[in-house]
């Protein structure tokens, strides 16, 4: 009897579990890049349960250099995923109806980092000198950039010239380029373990230039917001998503080991996800409305570097519809 009583508490148990997990909404997001703390808010909140306690179940898929989000996204891969804004706005101009849900990233992480040696102390001494550059949608701020200091990047003693950098530093050590591309929370980190310390080095942080973009957001299909149920289900994932951030922000050390439980890959080390969890923590939002609202004016100025491009430029007009509060306000809606 005995036996019987613990084998039907065990199959209540076994049914509620299983009507729990078919009560929770399935997502897949997609990444831009490989498993790093650059994404530590999302492996923090499915580590802590914050996915599960807003009845998710979320499935993350790690990004590369042959995966494009968008891409993903269209094809029915994820439903919501990581991009940053001028990649989305030039995809969305050219008809894949890309909608922004959340802003993670408050503040670019992105600069140039050059060699003093190189007799670069400011832009006014880029001509002649070759600046490595990051291509796949990487590459239009830095466009605009040379657009509005009046550079041309075709080479030359009066303009630059531009080497496709691949997704390392090594362009700066063997002598290809006199400036590399390089993310504040990433490679810069990957330059000073190179042994090149930062009084060899010059830095020119995109935010201080004036033509900084909007980097990591969520983004979705527009037709998905059609749907009341699938807003619900992402503004129950925003909540979780923004809770996963704030720990990590919170708990750098413990967030990069959770990044490391899940990368597969085993090329990250200790030492680096933990500086990158801090760099990007600097990068989070600290306003009032707190991680995940973009910043209507932080969108303009995007838009307006994207603009000032004269040669091959990102979009050739004012997005309308490309971001949306909907999700935002529904989160709020759930305190």
């Keep these: 009897m005995k036996k019987n009583i613990i084998s039907t508490a065990a199959g209540i148990a076994l049914m509620a579990t299983t009507l729990s997990a078919q009560a929770n909404d399935p997502l897949t997001l997609q990444l831009k890049w490989v498993t790093q703390a650059q994404f530590a808010g999302y492996y923090a909140a499915l580590d802590q349960g914050f996915y599960q306690q807003a009845g998710i179940d979320l499935t993350i898929k790690p990004g590369g250099p042959d995966i494009a989000p968008a891409q993903v996204l269209a094809g029915g891969g994820a439903d919501v995923v ?26 670019s992480g992105m600069m140039l980092t050059c060699l003093k040696s190189s007799g670069i102390e400011t832009p006014e001494d880029f001509p002649g000198k070759t600046l490595g550059v990051w291509f796949s949608g990487n590459e239009y701020p830095f466009l605009s950039w040379m657009s509005q200091l009046g550079y041309e990047t075709t080479g030359g003693d009066e303009g630059v010239t531009v080497l496709r950098q691949g997704f390392n530093v090594d362009p700066l050590f063997n002598g290809q380029a006199d400036c590399v591309s390089t993310m504040t929370y990433n490679e810069y980190g990957q330059v000073l373990d190179g042994g090149l310390t930062p009084e060899f080095l010059t830095l020119f942080p995109y935010e201080d230039g004036g033509v900084a973009t909007l980097e990591d957001g969520l983004y979705v ?15 129950r994932f925003l909540k979780a998503t923004v809770e996963g951030w704030e720990w990590a922000r919170e708990n750098p050390e413990a967030a990069a080991m959770i990044v490391l439980e899940n990368d597969d890959s085993g090329a990250q080390t200790e030492a680096h996800q933990v500086r990158m969890m801090t760099e990007v923590a600097k990068l989070l939002s600290s306003s009032e409305e707190g991680i995940g609202y973009l910043d209507p004016a932080a969108f303009d100025r995007t838009v307006e570097v994207l603009l000032s491009s004269d040669s091959s430029p990102v979009i050739s007009k004012v997005p309308e519809g490309a971001y949306t509060h909907v999700v935002y306000d529904a989160m709020k809606s759930l305190d």
């Excluded at 299909?221 to 503004?235: F, G, I, Q």
């Design 82 to 107: 990581v991009d940053w804004l001028p990649s989305a706005l030039a995809t969305r101009e050219r008809g894949l109806a890309l909608v922004n849900i959340a802003q993670i990233y408050e503040r």
């Design 221 to 235: 299909m527009e037709s998905t917001l059609e749907d009341p149920a699938k807003v619900d289900a992402l503004a």
